[in-house]
């Protein structure tokens, strides 16, 4: 008898408990209120064939066959679950399911009205680009049939030209989101440039925005890319893009992205594990490149300390040794790392050159740290970036065990292990920590006042935010003098990650680096015969502590009531809303090398 088996058994005699215990009790004559029910989970799946969107995009030399035979190829494996619809089915209704609207661009007003009625009914919605924009003879109706479906306001079409303010040209999913789940934190998706241009949505309810490739922050209302919308039984969910767009998608993440969709939409819960600790949706590093004007890394630890936040001073080793005094007091609460022997890059260096300049590095760090504390220092970020496989590898053998990089480096904005040595375990190699985060010389060279910049900081924050992602904020010791640009802007950063200390985690890099392997010790196992429960491994060497777990409802505000371990013995996490569609479930306690199985009552 396996895990989930087990389960079974323990929730039956639950239950027979409990009805025993009332009956005894005189209870069962006046049975407690009954609380709402959660929408039955929707097995069919339609995809709608318009004709006389097929006419239209015929006339006008495109395929609109092509963008539904992107659906096709999707729905392959589901057999009898989907359906495609005909005009004629859609007019005579379609019992409860998902409907998919696939750029479905001319609709005639009983289609508009039977497409109202399915979701009325509580058949949920899934609307990609301009489906409705045209009437039944092809003329303009605008987004108001959209805007209505998903009570969102559409902010026309996003400009063809890149630029840092409306480029649209790579989508951003917000990491654990109900929706995004299965995509890691704002990971970049190209779209291509294709000829449905990406259409900007405003909502309070997104799973997505589009960004440049330097994910510059954007007006908020510039970006929405995909939202979301629960109305009584229905679901409905907008993609701002076409299907063409997924011709593009070199690592097929738009699969893995409609896979979590279509669970949302079908009112399935999700289990899925967290990208952070305790409950956190996002994490931060606060760091400064010690480089020139040393001295000026003791002002950034006042506003580190002043905030109760503890940071990591990446410090070119020739000029630390000069400051041995100044590392000692950085080193009191912050983590002390390198940055190199001098302000020169290793990207190309033959590996002979990089060995001696490392070892060079190491020399010296030993020199102002001593040999006891030099197993302490395992962080590294390259000088201006600079790295590349060779230096990895001596890195690695020099006891480094994380790497801070560049936005170039990952398309996502959460740690990841090098592949510098793919033979290498997670647990032996390097952890890359991308800095994705704007630094100070961007904002220095946008040649910009305290209140813009200000402005934007924060901006960049809330986007890392409700991404889940890891936020990397970089500064330079010579940019961090008295009365400049990073001098003004910190501190009221620090002050908002303040408010945020519930659900972000901020940490050193060497923290961060060693929760990431702890969280990879975990597998997940997903339960074959309900969503309800899941199990999960915790491979040697164990010492796991804040692992968390994230639940999405199967309707709005209904979260798991309960949770229940399959063996007595196992540690029960603790149960912490997040939002109306989504629950933490967070191990506070460590957890050791074994197996742990769980059921969840809603």
């Known amino acids: 008898m396996n895990f989930f088996d087990l389960l079974a058994v323990k929730k039956c005699l639950h239950l027979v408990r409990g009805a025993v215990l ?34 239209f995009f015929s006339a006008n030399g495109t395929s609109y066959d092509g963008l539904k035979q992107r659906w096709r190829e999707y729905f392959r494996p589901y057999g009898k679950a989907f359906r495609e619809v005909s005009r004629a089915n859609l007019i005579a209704g379609l019992k409860p399911g998902v409907l998919v609207l696939g750029s479905a661009a001319l609709l005639d007003e009983p289609e508009r009205k039977a497409i109202q009625a399915f979701a009325d009914a509580g058949g949920s919605l899934l609307v990609t680009w301009g489906t409705g924009v045209r009437d039944g003879r092809g003329q303009w109706a605008g987004y108001g049939f959209i805007e209505d479906l998903l009570r969102m306001k559409v902010n026309s079409k996003a400009m063809l030209e890149d630029s840092k303010e409306n480029s649209t040209r790579f989508l951003n999913p917000f990491g654990d989101g109900p929706l995004s789940w299965t995509i890691p934190g704002g990971e970049r998706i190209f779209l291509g440039e294709v000829a449905e241009t990406p259409i900007r949505v405003e909502s309070p309810y997104l799973a997505a925005r589009y960004f440049s490739w330097e994910r510059y922050p954007a007006p908020k209302n510039s970006n929405g890319a995909i939202a979301l919308l629960e109305k009584g039984a229905s679901r409905r ?32 819960p999700s289990i899925y594990k967290a990208a952070w600790p305790n409950g956190s949706l996002a994490a931060q590093l606060l760091e400064m490149d010690t480089e020139e004007k040393y001295l000026n890394a003791i002002d950034f630890k006042r506003d580190l300390d002043a905030a109760n936040f503890r940071g990591t001073f990446y410090s ?21 790392a390198y940055h190199g022997e001098v302000h020169v890059g290793f990207k190309g260096k033959t590996p002979e050159v990089q060995e001696k300049r490392l070892g060079a590095m190491v020399t010296e760090m030993r020199d102002i740290v001593g040999s006891r504390a030099l197993p302490t220092v395992t962080g590294f970020r390259a000088p201006t970036e600079s790295w590349d496989a060779n230096t990895e590898k001596l890195l690695r053998q020099l006891g480094v065990r994380h790497n801070v990089t560049g936005p170039s480096a990952s398309e996502g904005r959460i740690p990841y292990f090098s592949d510098s040595e793919p033979g290498l375990k997670p647990e032996e190699a390097i952890v890359r920590l991308p800095r994705t985060q704007m630094d100070d010389l ?3 060279g946008l040649r910009i006042g305290a209140g813009k910049a200000t402005e934007l900081i924060m901006l960049d924050f809330d986007y890392l935010h409700e991404a889940g992602a890891l936020g990397v904020l970089s500064v330079h010791s010579q940019n961090y003098e008295p009365g400049e640009l990073m001098t003004k802007i ?7 990650l303040q408010q945020h200390q519930d659900d972000v985690w901020t940490a050193s890099g060497g923290e961060i680096a060693n929760w ?28 796991v502590k804040g692992l968390t777990f994230f639940v999405t409802h199967p309707a709005l505000d209904m979260a798991p009531k309960s949770v229940m371990a399959v063996s007595s013995e196992a540690p029960l996490p603790e149960l912490k809303r997040i939002d109306a569609y989504r629950t933490a479930l967070i191990f506070k306690q460590e957890l050791k090398v074994g197996n742990y199985a769980y059921s969840l009552e809603f």
Not at 239 to 268: I, T
């Open 22 to 55: 009332a009956c005894l009790l005189g209870l069962a004559s006046s049975p407690p209120a009954l609380a709402a029910a959660a929408p039955p989970p929707l097995e069919q799946v339609y995809l709608y064939s318009s004709p006389i969107t097929a006419a």
């Open 237 to 268: 969910v907008y993609f701002g893009f076409s299907e063409s767009s997924w011709e593009y998608d070199e690592r097929l993440e738009m699969p893995n992205l409609v896979d979590s969709v279509l669970a949302w939409l079908k009112h399935e």
């Open 316 to 336: 070119l080793t020739s000029i630390a040794r000069q400051y041995r005094d100044t590392v000692q007091k950085l080193s009191e609460k912050h983590e002390i």
């Open 442 to 444: 961007n904002y220095l």
């Open 490 to 496: 910190t501190p009221p950063y620090l002050k908002k």
């Open 516 to 543: 990431w392997r702890a969280r990879d010790r975990v597998v997940y196992k997903a339960s074959k015969t309900s969503p309800t429960q899941f199990a999960f491994d915790v491979r040697a060497p164990g010492n």
